[in-house]
């Protein structure tokens, strides 16, 4: 069964019923009970016209509620007659809804949420899974997100930059389920990117495939993290690199630099390098001033603060890092880090242990646990 | 989002502000806590925002390996255990200081007198998974 299809052809099927008139949280609604019927019947009896199948069934869908709804004069109204596909019925409102999916009233988590259902094909139970909660709160989060947004006008412009946010979510704060969020997030941000020049959705979609290239070697046996400078980096994806440096080249070459286009650059130089060793850690640096420049991130300052300690040595790192909030997340990861670049292990062994204390996810909790381990019984 | 655990104890928190054993409640107070506990997950359902809600038994048993072909061994209950844990509710929120306000709702629950008891819950952030976008 073509499920890739039948998620591709979800937003274009909602945009279809929206021109017919139905409201945007019904024709959702409609096409999401569609999608589920069409899971359950094409395995075996596969359609000769998916995207005709997939019209009729939401349609019924939706006339069958609309027949429900309470009120007389609006059930009349509707179905008063099934309408012919008009002019306008091919026209692409995919990008509409990625605007609307990602409204500014939403809060990052719904809008991640109704993107993932209404732009990208899931299912409820997917995305419950993927975000490991139950499946009646997601649905509960997916019709409170629609209530929010039901005032705005479809088809109203909106701002890429709030799209860029949500997908950027999905893609790095995925948790892993059933369904590749991650994928999925590269597969929506292609997708935007075919629809858009915007040079921050060319950056943003460099990001994610450079990352991702780098996914088979970004975890050893157990889930371990492998820190960037111990990968092989043999298992990371050449075809992907080569990709998200392409698209990030065309981007820059537009010269609207933003701060997706700036993360990519750095992520293309780290790919770039054949070892460790090799990173070309002053330009690196130079990348991480654009960033900070354009975005005044604390994050980004951190990271330069790394940068430094690799480009110019640990005395330098470390005097970078003494200029920011000690209680940014990650502060003390990174003053152990260069503790130890700089000789002084006993402290960098104290810092590491302090740092996985206060880690936010295991993952890195374990790796700095294990630096301070490292450290303790090597020095002993 | 982020999930939190808010513990409930039975013991180890610090005291109630109203402060009456359960056993000491009306029947009548008693089913309005429950009552309120039922609305406030399902309120949190309707948000989107809850995850699960379990109680626990105040008896518990202490179980530890003994090596190689022998049974476990099991000690316990330990009077002097200075903490027990009631139950738990995990919520997945926007925010630190949503967390907090749920909690602070939760802990407002009716006991004695219909009076809210105040009682200190413990909020737990989750760990997360790693993100993929480090440096």
């Not at chain 1, 300052?301 to 909030?325: F, I, K, S, T, Y």
């Not at chain 1, 062994?349 to 090597?378: C, F, I, V």
């Not at chain 2, 000491?24 to 039922?38: D, G, I, K, N």
């Not at chain 2, 952030?125 to 993929?132: A, I, K, S, V």
Request: proline share 6%; glycine share 8%.
């Amino acid at each position: 069964m073509d499920e890739p299809l039948l998620r591709t052809l979800t937003p274009t099927v909602i945009g279809i019923l929206v021109r017919r008139g139905a409201c945007f949280a019904t024709a959702e609604d409609a096409v999401q009970d569609a999608l589920i019927e069409a899971l359950r019947v094409w395995p075996d009896d596969p359609p000769r016209d998916p995207k005709g199948w997939l019209v009729t069934v939401a349609w019924r869908k939706f006339l069958d509620a609309a027949r429900a709804d309470t009120s007389r004069r609006h059930r009349e109204a509707l179905v008063g007659g099934e309408p012919v596909p008009g002019p306008g019925e091919e026209a692409d409102d995919t990008l509409q809804l990625y605007f609307l999916c990602a409204h500014p009233s939403l809060t990052p988590a719904s809008a991640v949420a109704l993107t993932l259902r209404a732009v990208g094909g899931l299912t409820t139970r997917q995305i419950a899974q993927a975000y490991l909660v139950p499946e009646a709160t997601m649905a509960q989060r997916i019709s409170r997100a629609k209530r929010t947004v039901s005032s705005v006008r479809f088809g109203q412009p909106g701002d890429v930059a709030t799209v860029l946010r949500v997908l950027y979510l999905v893609f790095n704060e995925g948790y892993s389920g059933d369904v590749d969020l991650a994928a999925e997030a590269i597969r929506l941000t292609r997708r935007l990117a075919a629809r858009t020049r915007h040079e921050e959705v060319a950056g943003l979609l460099a990001l994610m495939l450079l990352h991702h290239a780098r996914r088979p070697a970004r975890t050893g046996p157990g889930g371990r993290l492998v820190p960037l400078a111990e990968q092989d980096r043999g298992l990371w994806d050449t075809r992907l690199i080569r990709e998200g440096v392409d698209v990030l080249q065309a981007a820059l070459a537009r010269d609207r630099l933003g701060e997706f286009q700036a993360q990519a650059a750095i992520a293309a130089l780290h790919a770039d390098a054949r070892t460790a060793e090799e990173t070309d850690w002053v330009q690196i640096v130079e990348w991480y001033d654009e960033l900070v420049r354009l975005t005044g991130n604390p994050v980004a300052r951190l990271n330069r603060a790394v940068a430094v300690g690799e480009a110019d040595g640990p005395r330098a790192g470390l005097a970078a890092l003494a200029e920011l909030d000690p209680s940014l997340p990650r502060h003390t990861a990174a003053a152990a880090y260069l503790r130890e670049r700089d000789g002084d292990l006993a402290t960098a062994a104290r810092l590491y242990a302090e740092a996985a204390r206060s880690a936010q996810n295991l993952a890195e909790r374990d790796h700095l646990t294990r630096q301070a381990a490292r450290l303790n019984t090597g020095s002993r | 989002m982020a999930k939190y655990l808010l513990l409930k104890h039975y013991r180890g928190a610090p005291a109630a502000v109203n402060d009456v054993p359960m056993d000491q409640w009306t029947p009548e107070e008693l089913s309005a806590h429950v009552q309120y506990m039922r609305d406030f997950a399902a309120r949190l359902e309707g948000t989107g925002e809850f995850v699960d809600s379990q109680a626990l038994s105040p008896e518990g048993t202490f179980v530890r390996y003994d090596g190689e072909g022998r049974p476990p061994v099991t000690d316990g209950p330990f009077a002097e255990t200075k903490d027990l844990i009631a139950g738990w509710m995990v919520i997945d929120v926007d925010s630190h200081e949503r967390a907090l306000e749920l909690a602070a709702e939760l802990s407002a629950a009716p006991g004695a007198g219909g009076e809210p008891i105040h009682e200190w819950l413990e909020g737990r952030p989750f760990l997360t998974e790693p993100p993929t976008i480090t440096e």
